[in-house]
């Protein structure tokens, strides 16, 4: 069944509107139900959760178990009854999910269409998968519990791994090649250890190699640099650097008459 408001997608949400007695509903997808939890949201100028949007669903359980209170399902760990469920819209502890597995389920699909989370993950998050032989007769929470120990489990030896390499690597010699086929040796080596790294997003990997690439070419280049000749520069002599002497100005001679002589 398509939305009834986009025709597009899948409708997985009924939306159920009474007014003045008046029941009215619509069968929406994902989208076109939370533009309409947000209009309301707008008109009653407060935020909904989530939890308030599945106790409002679980609702619909209530009348069937108001006839079977004797048989509420009760979560033997925390004491968490059905009732206490679609009232709060909470769950006390990770057993409930085993005792209220029916009513999750169900009100789950109706909520987000699937139980099962379908979105993106890291590329390098641990991946576990639960064989069900193995789960057979354990707890939700024992099987969680397996499941964590293995994802740092499988997180310790990545890094232990991560460690090791950077180790072995900085364990090379890192001084500047005496010739240029060496040092071109080096930096392609150096370049596709740099490429691996960003692949696996180890950035402070990715960042040492790019120094050290940085590094070689550097010193290459100073290596194989042509040195200038110096140029004497000629000092000058006592003799020149002294000031010369100032030759004393002629006197002139006076006549007899007071007329100076020419």
């Known amino acids: 069944m398509l939305c009834e408001?986009?025709?597009?997608?899948?409708a997985n949400i009924t939306y159920t509107e009474i007014i003045n007695g008046q029941k009215r509903e619509q069968h929406l997808c994902q989208v076109c139900a939370g533009e309409q939890t947000l209009a309301i949201t707008g008109k009653l100028g407060n935020e909904i959760s989530i939890?308030?949007?599945?106790?409002?669903?679980?609702?619909?359980?209530a009348k069937g178990l108001a006839a079977k209170s004797a048989n509420e399902p009760v979560c033997q760990r925390c004491g968490m009854t059905a009732s206490n469920l679609i009232k709060d819209g909470r769950l006390g502890c990770p057993e409930c999910y085993n005792a209220f597995s029916m009513i999750l389920e169900k009100n789950l699909k109706t909520v987000q269409g699937s139980v099962e989370h379908h979105g993106k993950v890291p590329a390098n998050a641990a991946r576990i998968e639960i064989n069900p032989a193995q789960s057979a007769g354990r707890t939700a929470a024992e099987v969680m519990n397996a499941a964590t120990e293995e994802?740092?489990?499988?997180?310790?030896?990545?890094?232990?791994k991560k460690n090791t390499k950077a180790k072995s690597l900085s364990e090379k010699t890192e001084k500047p090649a005496h010739t240029s086929k060496d040092a071109a040796a080096r930096i392609e080596d150096y370049k596709k250890q740099l490429n691996a790294a960003l692949a696996?997003?180890?950035?402070?990997?990715?960042?040492?190699?790019?120094?050290?690439?940085?590094?070689?070419?550097?010193?290459?280049?100073?290596?194989?640099e042509v040195p200038k000749p110096k140029t004497k520069r000629k000092t000058a002599s006592a003799k020149e650097t002294a000031p010369k002497a100032k030759k004393p100005a002629a006197k002139r001679g006076t006549s007899a008459k007071g007329g100076a002589l020419k």
């Open 5 to 10: 408001i986009c025709h597009t997608r899948e």
């Open 51 to 61: 939890g308030s949007i599945l106790s409002g669903i679980l609702q619909n359980y």
């Open 151 to 160: 994802i740092v489990r499988q997180n310790e030896a990545g890094r232990k």
């Open 200 to 224: 696996e997003e180890n950035y402070e990997e990715a960042a040492r190699l790019r120094d050290l690439i940085r590094a070689v070419e550097a010193a290459e280049q100073t290596e194989f």
